[in-house]
């Protein structure tokens, strides 16, 4: 494996908070730079004041929403003033919203697959031909074990989960020879208030172990992709 990953340049979307952040973090302390987005400015305002002062000018951070793509253009242009170029892309953006098929909304639906599905095309279609002018790259989908296992309440959550994962083997297939390898992850039961549910339970996934996975990916010689990666807590409540 490579010893450090220093010097790359690495966006994380929705990196303000939970697995995001985790893996914003890690990539800081292993060296790189990163640029980070979410839509709400608030979070990216305390992100900043939580890690800016000890990054060395290697982090930015940008309000943006990765389901449109003129957000998605203008945050990409903004990472390319500031950093010059892209190494990895962290695809960890998305939102669930867990009603049964009739309860949920037109609306909700549509948001549902804009961010978890059509964000991930957007920033993948700016981040490919920027990794193939350096050469190499790297795109890592954060999917969810919900993408292969479906369960009652979350149609649109479950349906743009099992989208990605089609997606992203498909990006891999398409793009292999360009250099740019793709992985998708897909963890169980995180710690986190993704969807509004509650967590703070000791047997669950940790986002920094997330992070941790993340990082031996990138950190594989450019001869082996592990392409796909399954996360569960090893006890869950019997």
Not at 104 to 121: A, F, K, M
Request: glycine share 10%; hydrophobic share 45%; proline share 4%.
């Amino acid at each position: 494996m490579q010893n450090t990953l220093s010097g790359k340049i690495a966006i994380v979307t929705g990196g303000t908070r939970g697995i995001g952040r985790a893996i914003a973090e890690r990539l800081l302390r292993e060296g790189a730079a990163v640029a980070v987005c979410s839509r709400l400015h608030k979070n990216v305002q305390a992100f900043l004041g939580d890690f800016a002062a000890g990054a060395d000018g290697r982090l930015m951070a940008e309000t943006a929403d990765v389901s449109q793509l003129e957000d998605v253009r203008r945050f990409f242009g903004i990472v390319d003033a500031r950093f010059g170029g892209l190494d990895f892309l962290i695809n960890n953006a998305g939102i669930g919203v867990f009603k049964s098929v009739a309860d949920l909304t037109p609306e909700e639906w549509r948001r549902t697959i804009d961010l978890n599905l059509s964000g991930v095309y957007y920033c993948s279609h700016e981040a490919l031909p920027r990794m193939k002018q350096r050469g190499a790259g790297y795109i890592v989908n954060i999917s969810s074990l919900a993408g292969k296992n479906a369960f009652a309440g979350a149609a649109a959550y479950n349906a743009s989960k099992f989208g990605l994962n089609g997606f992203s083997e498909a990006m891999m297939l398409d793009h292999r020879y360009d250099n740019v390898r793709v992985s998708y992850i897909m963890p169980g039961s995180v710690d986190t208030d993704f969807g509004g549910r509650a967590s703070a339970a000791p047997w669950k996934i940790q986002p920094e172990d997330v992070a941790e996975v993340v990082t031996m990916l990138l950190r594989m010689p450019a001869r082996t992709l592990i392409s796909r990666v399954e996360i569960r807590p090893s006890k869950p409540p019997k």
